[in-house]
């Protein structure tokens, strides 16, 4: 998706270098399709790297039975019980929903559910300051799509302010909205499908809503 948002504004560029090319459509299925497909390989290859050197692979939702024991949990509901002397926790995180808000669940999506949607998600408002808020919404602009983040205090908190600052500088030159000092009260969906967001300004405490596509939540991992 970051090449492809690259290869946009490199098109968008070739006019200053002599280059007549109109900005082409852009296929938001055949990208994610690549994507998918690359996804997969990938999997398929750690899988067989795993199995090259005799090391047993289980798709399971494990829990623990005792220190030395979990029960694993096929998607077919089948269960495993595995044994060992020391047992090591590296299962990663997936991207949380703010569920304190009304309709954050039933109508947003993560950053893990952007690279899998079938369609473009077309006017996009991206809640959150980390990195992976960024580049989601920097990536969403390249390809063209109106795209606002909504940032509830500093971007890229851990970062050097200086360059952070310099980041969002450049993404709002390039056509990202960037919502300062907000935070989203209710996601709401309307008759003709799309998405009212409320949110409200920290500083003024004033309430504004706003109608978007998609609602993509990318507040951090618990």
Same mark, same amino acid.
């Given at each position: 998706?970051? *090449?492809?948002?690259? @290869?946009?504004?490199?098109?968008?560029?070739?006019?200053?270098?002599?280059?007549? $090319?109109? *900005?082409?459509?852009?296929?938001?299925?055949?990208?994610?399709?690549?994507? *998918?497909?690359?996804? %997969?390989?990938?999997?398929?290859?750690? #899988?067989?790297?795993? *199995?090259?050197?005799?090391?047993?692979?289980?798709?399971f939702k494990a829990s623990f039975v005792n220190p030395h024991m979990v029960c694993g949990v096929s %998607?077919?509901? =089948?269960? /495993?019980? @595995?044994?060992?002397?020391?047992?090591?926790?590296?299962?990663?995180?997936?991207?949380?929903?703010?569920?304190?808000? =009304?309709?954050?669940?039933?109508?947003?999506?993560?950053?893990?559910?952007?690279?899998?949607?079938? =369609?473009?998600?077309?006017?996009?408002?991206?809640?959150?300051?980390?990195?992976?808020? @960024?580049?989601?919404?920097?990536?969403? /602009?390249? @390809?063209?799509?109106?795209?606002?983040?909504?940032?509830?205090?500093?971007?890229? #908190?851990?970062?050097?302010?200086?360059?952070?600052?310099?980041?969002? =500088?450049?993404?709002?030159?390039?056509?990202? #909205?960037?919502l300062r000092g907000c935070t989203p009260l209710r996601v709401e969906r309307l008759s003709d499908g799309?998405?009212?967001?409320?949110?409200?300004?920290?500083?003024?405490?004033?309430?504004?809503?706003? /109608?978007?596509?998609?609602?993509?939540?990318? $507040?951090?991992?618990?």
């Open positions: 998706m970051h *090449q492809a948002a690259l @290869l946009g504004g490199m098109i968008h560029d070739a006019s200053h270098y002599g280059w007549k $090319v109109a *900005q082409p459509p852009h296929d938001w299925r055949k990208m994610a399709e690549a994507v *998918q497909n690359h996804v %997969k390989s990938l999997n398929w290859g750690h #899988r067989v790297q795993l *199995q090259d050197r005799k090391v047993k692979y289980f798709n %998607k077919g509901g =089948e269960e /495993t019980l @595995l044994s060992a002397d020391h047992i090591v926790i590296a299962t990663g995180g997936r991207p949380r929903y703010p569920t304190h808000i =009304e309709g954050a669940l039933e109508y947003g999506i993560t950053s893990d559910d952007i690279f899998w949607l079938k =369609e473009s998600p077309g006017k996009t408002l991206v809640v959150g300051a980390s990195y992976v808020a @960024l580049e989601c919404a920097g990536f969403l /602009t390249g @390809l063209g799509l109106d795209t606002t983040v909504m940032i509830r205090s500093v971007p890229l #908190r851990a970062f050097d302010q200086q360059m952070a600052s310099l980041v969002t =500088e450049h993404m709002a030159v390039h056509g990202t #909205r960037i799309r998405l009212q967001v409320t949110w409200v300004d920290l500083a003024s405490d004033k309430k504004d809503t706003g /109608t978007f596509d998609t609602v993509l939540w990318a $507040v951090g991992k618990p």
